[in-house]
């Protein structure tokens, strides 16, 4: 069930670019259906995003979701703190504690687009709740433990081992509880792009952890993920900061022994696109240049990004 609401998602993200998603939602909701009159002239008038989402009662999700899609930060729009308190309460909620996966991913694709240094903060708790688990759910196993729980419940294994290890913690009875790996992932994902928007230094110090190059004591939920990862190296590449350029320039010389050609050229273009110096993937000569002092380039133009975005994929 979850997968095709995944694709269904990601399907109706790609669409937003165009224009169409939102009409489309329109058309083919039973709302529609039931009440034509009203939903026309919501598609020629939309609701206040604000308003849709502090309303009480609470409005359906695919309205709320269609809201978050449309919102501005309040206080940079014309709104009031006390707008900006309430809006922010309501993402945070979504973005962390609420049931739909769909909703978060829609909640944090809303918050990326704010200055508030408090939706920084609460994209951070939104990764690290992206499993959709609640206090005192059993915690899944890892795919380490699988053959310990295996060997617990067919009277084999290590007697020492079974006691005290995952099969006293996991709840063979309920199993596994929150989101399927897929969702956990797609979320984490999109939470690592939405920080690399906010161009913070936290964020960017967020991003090189789930990367792996914030210290070999320092560990996070979701590095082990190469698409986690990845999208970290890309958040880091928008992140307009000095310390996204550092983070990019131990990636690319971890990533130069094991040969991983995306992340190399993931980081290679974040440092391109950072620093404005058009130079090889050489971890040396980009360990040379953060040493000598990491300048950020101004904000490439639009024409700027489709020359680099050509290059990049013509290699």
Not at 219 to 244: S, T, Y
Not at 281 to 286: C, G, Q, V
Request: with cysteine; net charge neutral.
């Amino acid at each position: 069930m979850f997968r095709p609401m995944l694709l269904a998602w990601l399907a109706s993200a790609s669409l937003i670019h165009v224009g169409c998603a939102g009409t489309w939602d329109t058309i083919s909701s039973r709302r529609f259906r039931q009440h034509p009159g009203p939903q026309i002239k919501r598609m020629i008038t939309p609701e206040d995003p604000i308003a849709v989402l502090l309303e009480d009662p609470l409005r359906d999700g695919d309205e709320r979701a269609a809201a978050m899609r449309r919102i501005k930060e309040p206080i940079r729009n014309g709104g009031t703190q006390e707008d900006q308190d309430a809006v922010l309460a309501v993402l945070e909620k979504a973005a962390v504690t609420d049931a739909s996966p769909v909703m978060r991913m829609e909640a944090i694709g809303a918050l990326s687009r704010f200055e508030d240094m408090r939706a920084m903060s609460v994209l951070m708790s939104a990764y690290q709740n992206a499993h959709g688990r609640k206090p005192g759910d059993p915690i899944p196993p890892k795919p380490n433990d699988l053959g310990v729980i295996q060997a617990g419940l067919h009277g084999g294994g290590n007697p020492a081992t079974r006691r005290g290890g995952p099969v006293e913690t996991f709840d063979m009875k309920q199993g596994p509880t929150g989101y399927p790996p897929e969702w956990v992932s797609a979320i984490r994902c999109r939470v690592a792009d939405s920080l690399g928007k906010t161009n913070r230094p936290e964020a960017a110090k967020f991003l090189a952890t789930i990367a792996g190059v914030a210290g070999a004591d320092v560990a996070i939920d979701g590095n082990e993920d190469r698409d986690v990862r990845l999208a970290a190296v890309r958040g880091l590449g928008k992140c307009r900061q000095p310390e996204a350029v550092v983070a990019l320039a131990e990636v690319l010389q971890a990533e130069s022994t094991k040969k991983d050609t995306a992340m190399i050229g993931r980081s290679h273009q974040g440092l391109v696109h950072l620093t404005g110096k058009k130079l090889p993937a050489d971890p040396a000569t980009w360990k040379e240049v953060v040493q000598a002092g990491v300048v950020i380039a101004p904000e490439p133009t639009w024409f700027d990004v489709a020359i680099e975005t050509a290059m990049f994929w013509e290699k």
